[in-house]
């Protein structure tokens, strides 16, 4: 499985930024995707994922109630809808993919910034 992010970029605080992920090769493999981020000097932490069959989703505490997660299956393609940015939510963002359980997918991930 293949994941492409896009979507990156700088904005302000208070402002909001979509990111996209598109999906390609074994994607019936895959039963969840979603998005873990990595700020400087930080660990790389979970952000949100979604269920590919049924579309349960699930949010890190940070971003609960900012962040949407969502998903076109036709397209392959899991979006990140970030709303009420916080300096923060500055990290890279990877877009990942799990079969089985495990996270075993990751994009090359997109930069985030967001400017005080």
């Known amino acids: 499985v293949q994941l492409q992010a896009s979507g990156g970029g700088l904005v302000q605080a208070g402002g909001s930024l979509r990111l996209s992920c598109a999906a390609s090769?074994?994607?019936?493999?895959?039963?969840?995707m979603g998005w873990f981020r990595q700020a400087p000097g930080k660990e790389r932490e979970f952000v949100s994922s979604?269920?590919?069959?049924?579309?349960?989703?699930s949010y890190a505490d940070s971003v609960k109630g900012r962040f949407t997660i969502s998903k076109d299956n036709a397209q392959n393609t899991v979006y990140l809808q970030m709303n009420s940015v916080k300096p923060e939510d500055t990290a890279v963002y990877y877009c990942?993919?799990?079969?089985?359980?495990?996270?075993?997918?990751w994009g090359q991930g997109t930069q985030v910034t967001v400017s005080s």
């Open positions: 979604i269920v590919w069959t049924g579309g349960s989703t």
């Open positions: 090769g074994r994607t019936f493999s895959v039963d969840v």
């Open positions: 990942v993919a799990a079969s089985n359980g495990r996270w075993d997918y």
